[in-house]
C-alpha cells in the first residue's frame, strides 16, 4: 500500500505523547491557501537567520529603541545612539542590570532602568527624572505628549507635563479602580491607556480635563493580568501579552478591546510549568509581509514564534535553547536584533541559512502515524519504503551545503528515543535526485524525525511510503 503523510506542521506537544508529541524547530510551518493552487497545502520553510550588522565588545543587551529614526541601545550600563553604518556613539550611564522601557516624547526619549529609576535623553544631555512626585516605576508609555509612569508599587500611576516626561504636577495622579491587584504596567496603543495590572488590565482615554487629563473607559475591562511586564508587543493589529493564566493573549486595539487567547492549550500547559515566567521577553517584527511574535523565557532557556495567523514553533540555532536575538527594531531599511549575551547586532535576513555563520540546525518530529489513519485500526505495520518530497538541487556553489544531506530517523516510543540517523542526499545545485530511503522496519506507532543543518534554502512539503499492514 501507498500513501501520503504530512509532515509538516507547528509545534504540538501534549501531554499524551501516544496524541501528539510535534516538534518544529528553526522551521516555519507556512499553510497554503486554497486559492493559492500551490504543490502542497503545507510546507517547512527555514526561519530566518542573522547576518552581523555589528560586530563590538561591550555589556549585553538591555533593550533597543527606534525614534525620529534614531537608534538607541543601552549595553551594559551605558546609551548608545548607532548609525547605519554600525557605529556607536556613548550618550551617558543607565545605571542597573535590567531590561529597560523607552518612550518618547518629541524628540526625548524616556528610559526606564528596570530598577525605579528613569532617564531622559533630551537630545544632548542624558539626564534621571527626580521629580519628587515620581514613585519607582517599572514602566513608561506616552500619549498626547504626556509620559505616563506606573507608580512602582499599588495601583497608582503619575503622569507628566505635555511635551515635559521630566516634570509631574503633583496632582499628575490617580489609580487603576477596578480590582486591588496591583499596576505593574503602563502601555498605549491606538490612543488607549492600558493599565496591565496583576489580574485585570483597564482602558483609559485622554479626556483632555481634570488632573490627570484621562479617564478610565465604561467597561473597559479585561479579565486578564499580565504575567510578565516585558512580554507585551504590538503589531498595527494587536497587543500580544503572556498573560497571568499562562496564556498567551491577543487584545485588539482601540476602546472596545478584546482579548483572546493565542496560545494552544499544549502550550499553554508546558508555560505553566517554566519555574519563571515574568522573565519573558517579547517582541514583534515584519519580514516579507509576515508579522511574527516571539516570547523568550530566559530562565527556561527556550524561546517560542507565533507567526500572526499560524502555527507556534521554537527559535534557537541548536537543538535546544533560546534564541539569540533578545531585542529587535526596524531601522535603516533592515529588521535588527540584539545579542542576548553580547554587544552584538545582526540584521534578521530571509536569505540568510546560518546565525552569524554559525550552522542552524532544523528540526522537525512528526505526528504519531499509526495503523488507525490507515483504516486498520490497532494493528502493525511494516514501514517498506520512503520518499521525501521535498525541493532538490539548491545546493551551495561549494562549501558545506555544496552537497546537503537530510537526516532521517525514527521512533517506536512516540518520539522517546529515536534510532540511528540517515543521511540522505538532496542534490548539489541542479541536480534532481529522489530523496528515498528502504528497509525501515515495523512499527505499531511511529514518529519521524528530520534535521538538516547546511545553510541552504529548505522546502519540505510532505512523504510517501509503501508499507504493508501486519495480520
Not at 176 to 197: F, H, I, K, Q, W
Not at 220 to 246: C, K, M, Q, R, W
Not at 362 to 383: C, M, Q, W, Y
Not at 444 to 462: G, M
Request: glycine share 12%.
Amino acid at each position: 500500500m501507498r500513501v501520503s503523510l504530512n509532515l509538516t506542521g507547528g509545534d504540538y506537544q501534549h501531554k499524551s505523547r501516544d496524541l501528539s508529541k510535534q516538534v518544529t524547530r528553526n522551521f516555519w510551518p507556512q499553510i497554503q491557501q486554497p486559492n493559492q493552487k500551490a504543490r502542497s497545502p503545507y510546507v517547512l520553510v527555514p526561519f530566518y537567520g542573522l547576518k552581523p550588522f555589528v560586530t563590538r565588545s561591550g555589556g549585553a543587551d538591555r533593550g533597543m529603541f527606534v525614534n525620529q529614526g534614531i537608534l538607541y541601545k543601552v549595553s551594559g550600563t551605558s546609551l548608545f545612539t548607532v548609525a547605519s553604518d554600525g557605529t556607536h556613539t556613548d550618550r551617558g550611564t543607565i545605571p542597573g542590570s535590567g531590561r529597560c522601557i523607552f518612550a518618547a516624547v518629541g524628540s526625548q526619549v524616556v528610559i526606564t532602568n528596570g530598577a525605579g529609576l528613569v532617564y531622559i535623553w533630551n537630545g544632548t544631555t542624558l539626564v534621571q527624572n527626580t521629580s519628587p512626585n515620581l514613585g519607582t516605576p517599572n514602566s513608561v508609555a506616552v500619549l498626547n505628549s504626556q509620559a505616563i509612569y506606573d507608580a512602582g508599587t499599588g495601583q497608582g500611576f503619575d503622569v507628566s507635563d505635555v511635551g515635559l516626561p521630566g516634570t509631574i504636577n503633583g496632582l499628575n495622579n490617580a489609580s487603576a479602580e477596578s480590582n486591588s491587584d496591583d499596576l505593574l504596567r503602563v502601555y498605549t496603543y491606538r490612543d488607549t491607556l492600558y493599565l496591565m495590572g496583576r489580574e485585570t488590565i483597564e482602558l483609559w482615554w485622554n479626556s483632555g480635563t481634570g488632573n490627570p487629563p484621562f479617564d478610565k473607559i465604561q467597561g473597559g475591562v479585561l479579565n486578564i493580568g499580565v504575567g510578565a511586564i516585558h512580554s507585551v508587543a504590538e503589531t498595527p493589529d494587536y497587543v500580544f501579552i503572556l498573560g497571568s493564566d499562562n496564556q498567551v493573549h491577543s487584545i485588539t486595539g482601540g476602546t472596545s478591546a478584546v482579548s483572546v487567547p493565542i496560545s494552544t492549550p499544549e502550550l499553554t500547559a508546558i508555560i505553566a510549568k517554566y519555574t519563571n515566567k515574568s522573565d519573558a521577553i517579547g517582541f514583534t517584527f515584519q519580514l516579507q509581509g509576515q508579522w511574527f511574535y516571539k516570547l523568550t523565557f530566559p530562565t527556561e532557556n527556550i524561546t517560542w514564534v507565533y507567526p500572526v495567523g499560524g502555527e507556534w514553533f521554537q527559535w534557537g540555532a541548536g537543538t535546544q535553547g533560546r534564541a539569540i536575538a533578545n531585542s529587535s527594531v526596524t531601522v535603516f531599511g533592515k529588521v535588527l536584533v540584539a545579542d542576548y549575551a553580547s554587544a552584538n547586532i545582526y540584521e534578521l535576513a530571509s536569505e540568510t541559512y546560518t546565525d552569524n555563520g554559525n550552522a542552524i540546525i532544523r528540526t522537525r518530529d512528526s505526528a504519531v502515524i499509526h495503523s488507525e489513519i490507515f483504516g486498520v485500526p490497532n494493528k502493525e505495520f511494516e514501514l517498506v519504503s520512503m520518499e521525501l518530497n521535498l525541493e532538490t538541487g539548491v545546493g551551495l556553489v561549494s562549501g558545506q551545503g555544496s552537497d546537503p544531506l537530510i537526516a532521517i530517523s525514527f521512533s517506536k516510543d512516540n518520539g522517546k528515543t529515536f534510532g540511528t540517523e540517515r543521511f540522505l542526499r538532496c542534490g548539489k545545485l541542479g541536480e534532481r535526485v529522489t530523496v528515498m530511503t528502504t528497509g525501515l522496519g515495523r512499527y505499531k506507532n511511529l514518529v519521524i524525525r528530520l534535521r538538516v543543518s547546511d545553510p541552504i534554502y529548505w522546502a519540505i512539503f510532505s512523504a510517501s511510503i509503501d508499507m504493508d499492514i501486519c495480520i
